[in-house]
């Protein structure tokens, strides 16, 4: 089945610095999603990618669709305490009734003030 | 508009018993699908129910089901709990049409000693 390698495992920062990871993919997704999850809840989206090669800003937040459809990246700026939780990616494949999301395994991003 | 609710939030079962958890879409929408995170494995979709019909199914086995009343909201099932069944259980909604933004609830924590 698809896989989603998820990189890096876990990262820790100091307030201030940027951050980037990515996720590759065996296969071709057509949407590329990002998600943040904290202790105790559920994933919160962040970005949702659509078309390959598309870059979509959210406040400090940047990620891209990669041009094969097989990657994305997610990179974050100046980061704050708050920025701390496990970053997941997520790729949804062709149309039709396939709706569902395969996740890669998470980030854990750590953030010293 | 409410999120996404889920009930119980916390849940512990001893093997072989069976539990039912409950998810509550957020109104108007009426997909719901079911993902099961565990450290190991991470988020893993069980299963996709629309206008009351399973549309997708993920590959877990018999003992998982789940099924969805008419007014969207959705239960899963899960029979001869097994101690490899403790889970952060998730349903994610989201509104007909937009096949990818899936909004979370904060999932239903089951131990299974």
């Known amino acids: 089945g698809q896989q989603l390698n998820q990189s890096p495992q876990s990262m820790f920062i100091q307030e201030g610095e940027d951050v980037s990871m990515n996720c590759t993919s065996s296969?071709?997704?057509?949407?590329w999603l990002w998600y943040k999850q904290e202790p105790g809840e559920g994933p919160v989206l962040l970005i949702a990618l659509y078309k390959a090669g598309e870059l979509t800003s959210n406040g400090r937040l940047t990620a891209q669709f990669g041009i094969t459809r097989k990657d994305s990246f997610l990179n974050i700026s100046a980061s704050i305490p708050s920025d701390v939780g496990i970053y997941f990616c997520?790729?949804?494949?062709?149309?039709?009734?396939?709706?569902?999301?395969?996740f890669g395994k998470g980030t854990l991003l750590t953030v010293n003030p | 508009k409410a999120g996404v609710t889920q009930t119980p939030r916390y849940l512990i079962k001893t093997r072989g018993q069976q539990v039912t958890l409950s998810c509550s879409p957020i109104?108007?929408?009426?997909?719901v699908s079911w993902y099961q995170q565990t450290p190991g494995q991470g988020l893993q979709f069980l299963f996709e129910y629309f206008s009351e019909t399973q549309r997708n199914k993920g590959n877990f086995p018999g003992r998982f089901s789940g099924r969805q009343f008419s007014n969207s909201r959705s239960e899963m099932n899960v029979s001869t709990l097994e101690l490899g069944d403790s889970a952060l259980y998730l349903c994610?909604?989201?509104?007909?049409?937009?096949?990818?933004?899936?909004?979370f609830g904060p999932g239903t924590r089951l131990t299974v000693l």
């Open positions: 997520a790729g949804q494949g062709s149309g039709g009734s396939n709706y569902k999301l395969t």
């Open positions: 109104s108007g929408h009426r997909s």
């Open positions: 994610a909604s989201r509104p007909a049409g937009l096949a990818d933004t899936q909004y």
């Open positions: 296969s071709i997704f057509n949407t």
